[in-house]
């Protein structure tokens, strides 16, 4: 038996007005999902526990069976595994975007226009972040690059303990409230302060605001954590297991679980990213490959909720449907070979509020090898509503899948 996870980040929703009143999931076409759904338990899980931010650190930890209880030492130092940061003890790292702020004068009075700086590309970033490491690293405080806006600030010697917001949770709004609190609070907030005079009259942003993008105008830290340990997947469920995904969060996992890093042309973190190209890997991994679990993320459908952007969220969940989850039953049907699968959002990231949520996410378990079926005619929130079927403790639904024989 193979097993696979397909993880839409972010794409269970609301109900959006604009949409007839459906959510992104109940609104999209997705003919592949609505013909296994009559065949597979369908219901809905706690990926967050109480207490915890519903980030997608937390939450795709969950998924992957890890308790964040147990596990979770903040965001950011499962980016810098990826990015092949080596951690002490002793070192503290910071998520460290790229963002558009408004043109006030006064750094406090700014607001939160973009996130994402206008979803910058790779390139044009690590010439940013390589002009800034020039003016701001410091002996115990450097800035390392990593993919599109999101990079990283390692402190050596550092504490825990800030208030630090996330950007996409304040789009649109005044900063004044919520800039770094802390025993290095300010330390950090001067660090952002001169990033703004820095990057004001960068080449890339000369460019980029006579393209008619946002520019990369200050830089915003957050996501604070220390040195992480994860169980080795292998260990603990006695399956090879690989991950595939465009951003660094969720390769750092798989690279602290042990598992294999699969990498893929063309894969962007957003709605244009090479869907076909993450399934058809994934596939021959499991298939050809010598692996027993895939864990595929697809960021689109998170970045697009961020953005308000219900179409083109509704889009990626359609290409996830047609391009991943048609290529991956196509693929076993034609090899003959038995498999099962989760599809689940790590959490919610509703298009009316920009921002992740906690409340439980709907999931679908599917085998070619037999009948789950417990009454859902889509995979859609309300139909996971109705079946009754609930995980409470998250990290267990990994146990639901892998019990499928």
């Known amino acids: 038996m193979k097993y696979v996870v397909v993880l839409g980040d972010g794409m269970a929703d609301w109900k959006i007005e604009k949409l007839k009143d459906f959510t992104c999931l109940q609104a999209a076409r997705t003919p592949n999902l609505d013909r296994i759904a009559r065949y597979s338990q369908v219901g809905l899980c706690k990926t967050v526990p109480d207490g915890m931010k519903p980030g997608s650190d937390v939450a795709n930890m969950s998924v992957l069976g890890f308790d964040p209880h147990l596990y979770y030492t903040g965001r950011s130092p499962l980016e810098a595994v990826s990015m092949g940061l080596s951690l002490k003890d002793?070192?503290?790292?910071?998520?460290?975007?790229l963002v558009t702020l408004s043109e006030e004068p006064r750094y406090e009075d700014k607001k939160m226009i973009d996130y994402s700086a206008g979803e910058?590309?790779?390139?044009?970033?690590?010439?940013?972040?390589?002009?800034?490491?020039?003016?701001?690293d410091c002996e115990d405080m450097k800035l390392y690059p990593g993919v599109s806006y999101r990079h990283c600030l390692l402190v050596s010697g550092g504490t825990t303990g800030h208030e630090l917001t996330p950007p996409h949770d304040i789009s649109g709004k005044p900063i004044k409230e919520y800039l770094p609190k802390g025993p290095y609070g300010d330390r950090y907030l001067e660090m952002m302060k001169r990033s703004a005079d820095l990057l004001k009259n960068h080449p890339v942003n000369r460019a980029r605001a006579a393209a008619g993008k946002r520019t990369a105008n200050s830089i915003w830290l957050w996501?604070?954590?220390?040195?992480?340990?994860?169980s080795k997947f292998e260990q603990l469920h006695g399956l090879k297991g690989g991950v595939i995904s465009a951003v660094d969060l969720v390769r750092g996992i798989g690279l602290l679980a042990g598992m294999r890093v699969i990498n893929v042309k063309g894969i962007t973190g957003n709605y244009d990213t090479n869907f076909l190209g993450k399934a058809e890997a994934a596939a021959d991994a499991l298939l050809y490959g010598g692996l027993d679990f895939v864990y595929i993320h697809m960021e689109a459908p998170d970045e697009c909720g961020h953005?308000?952007?219900?179409?083109?969220?509704?889009?990626?969940?359609?290409?996830?449907?047609?391009k991943v989850i048609g290529t991956l039953l196509s693929s076993f049907d034609?090899?003959?070979?038995?498999f099962?699968?989760?599809?689940?959002?790590?959490?919610?990231?509703?298009?009316?509020?920009?921002?992740?949520?906690?409340?439980?996410?709907?999931?679908?378990l599917y085998t070619n090898g037999k009948n789950l079926g417990n009454g859902a005619l889509r995979y859609t929130e309300s139909e996971a509503a109705k079946t009754g079927e609930y995980v409470e403790e998250g990290y267990k639904l990994i146990d639901r899948l892998l019990g499928i024989r």
């Open 90 to 97: 002793t070192d503290v790292t910071l998520r460290c975007n």
């Open 307 to 322: 953005q308000g952007d219900a179409a083109h969220k509704v889009y990626a969940i359609e290409q996830i449907d047609e």
């Open 120 to 136: 910058i590309s790779t390139e044009e970033a690590a010439e940013l972040i390589a002009f800034l490491k020039e003016q701001l």
């Open 334 to 338: 034609r090899a003959g070979e038995k």
């Open 340 to 364: 099962a699968m989760l599809v689940a959002p790590d959490h919610a990231t509703p298009c009316a509020c920009k921002t992740h949520v906690g409340e439980p996410v709907p999931y679908l």
């Open 223 to 230: 996501g604070e954590g220390t040195k992480p340990g994860l």
